[in-house]
């Protein structure tokens, strides 16, 4: 793995300083809007963990977290729609305002699937906050209340998210731009 990885060529797109401002900004638009209202925030592991500490920092609201993690079967880099949850929500959301913190919105398969499951347990309400919308590759209705990012195609490392587990934790996002030999 070390080897392959190595080869990769990848080039910065986002700053930590860009993240950092976005996420910021994120937060301020949350914390204006939900003020006085039983928040919990849903991070979906693992590519959204780093995002979730960071946005969680920045709430001015007092909020729980609660983590979910997801596993989507079929070959290749995209989801193949038939989902299980691989670890489930530890506390009840219901009579929450549910707040769904995801890293990458791309087929958005992951994210209905996920809206639709919390829904079914009486929250208040069910929100979505990603960091990155691949928006034209949409394929099943998702629209994110709350949004850092908008990009096109290329696949994206860092600040979370992974290349075959790789990559997560540097500070900005890159995105990846060819293999060498
Ligand atoms: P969807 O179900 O097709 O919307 O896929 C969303 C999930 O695919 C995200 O939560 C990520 O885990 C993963 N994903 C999609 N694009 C990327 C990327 O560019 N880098 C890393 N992970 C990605
Ligand atoms: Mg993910």
Not at 24 to 30: G, N
Not at 157 to 166: H, K, P, R
């Amino acid at each position: 793995m070390r080897g392959v990885m190595e080869h990769i060529q990848k080039r910065i797109l986002f700053s930590r300083e860009e993240i950092d401002g976005r996420v910021r900004e994120l937060a301020h638009e949350i914390s204006r809007d939900y003020r006085d209202k039983d928040v919990i925030l849903v991070c979906v592991l693992k590519g959204a963990f780093i995002f979730l500490a960071d946005l969680a920092r920045y709430l001015t609201i007092p909020h729980t977290v609660d983590f979910v993690r997801l596993a989507s079967y079929g070959a290749g880099t995209e989801s193949s729609g038939v989902i299980t949850i691989t670890k489930g929500l530890d506390h009840p959301v219901e009579g929450m305002h549910v707040i769904i913190v995801e890293d990458i919105l791309d087929t958005g398969t992951t994210a209905a699937y996920l809206v639709e499951l919390l829904q079914k347990m009486n929250p208040r309400s069910v929100k979505l906050c990603c960091l990155i919308d691949k928006k034209a590759r949409r394929k099943m209705h998702c629209e994110p209340a709350y949004t850092g990012f908008v990009v096109g195609d290329g696949f994206l490392v860092g600040y979370g998210l992974d290349f075959n587990e790789q990559f997560r934790c540097l500070p900005d996002i890159y995105v990846i731009e060819e293999r060498m030999p």
